[in-house]
């Protein structure tokens, strides 16, 4: 696959970072006094993984009306974030020898996340990763979601860009059908801690399964 320009996710697809849930819910359950068989529903857990982090804590406070004000709340989740990125976050198998390999073919790279930029510059310096990207971009900034294309069309704009002439990598079957739908090519990230891997590996041109790595894509996408 020919390319112009990369755009890449970060969490689960570049660092591996995922499990953050199974173990905010459990420190959730423990800290505001659930109990140890409290578990989050499925569908409830899938939906706020995509969406922005300040949204999720609304919809958690919201959703389980834990015994403390949102403003306290907020502050336990957002330092949780900041604890769990700094110490227990670690780049992918196969991230940094592809990323090698784009660079030395001269193809310009950023960092697309619904994650806000604060936490992924911190986290892509922390992990040695910030130097292969020319930008971050976030969801954030723009207000939505990654159901909405609006993060990939300005990755795009920023590399100078048509879509169709950019790769998504991506480790979310909804971000992945997002970016398939602007006509930008699509890799799928296979990660264990996330959900649907059907329906990424539909959207995926190129879809990384497990055991294998983005390693695996030297000399494929160039």
């Given at each position: 696959m020919k390319i112009h320009g990369a755009i890449f996710d970060m969490d689960g697809t570049l660092?591996?970072?995922?499990?953050?849930w199974k173990e905010y819910w459990r420190d959730f359950a423990e800290k505001y006094g659930f109990g140890k068989e409290f578990s989050v529903s499925?569908?409830?857990?899938?939906?706020?993984?995509?969406?922005?982090?300040?949204?999720?804590?609304?919809?958690?406070?919201?959703?389980?009306k834990p015994n403390t004000s949102l403003a306290d709340?907020?502050?336990y989740s957002l330092r949780y974030l900041d604890v769990f990125y700094e110490t227990r976050t670690y780049v992918k198998d196969g991230v940094i020898e592809f990323l090698d390999s784009l660079k030395q073919c001269g193809i310009p790279m950023c960092v697309a996340s619904a994650t806000g930029q604060k936490h992924v510059l911190a986290v892509l310096k922390h992990?040695?990763?910030i130097d292969y990207f020319d930008f971050v971009v976030s969801c954030v900034d723009l207000g939505v979601d990654k159901s909405m294309p609006d993060v990939y069309e300005l990755a795009a704009k920023r590399l100078g860009l048509a879509p169709d002439q950019t790769c998504v990598f991506e480790d979310s079957y909804v971000a992945l059908e997002t970016a398939k739908r602007l006509g930008c090519h699509t890799v799928g990230v296979f990660d264990?801690?996330?959900?649907?891997?059907?329906?990424?590996?539909r959207a995926a041109e190129i879809y990384i399964a497990d055991?294998?790595?983005?390693?695996?894509?030297?000399?494929v996408i160039h």
């Open positions: 660092i591996d970072s995922l499990f953050y499925p569908q409830f857990d899938a939906r706020v993984r995509t969406m922005i982090y300040s949204e999720v804590i609304q919809e958690i406070y919201k959703e389980y709340f907020t502050q992990l040695g990763l264990p801690n996330n959900y649907s891997q059907d329906r990424l590996c055991g294998a790595s983005m390693a695996d894509l030297i000399g």
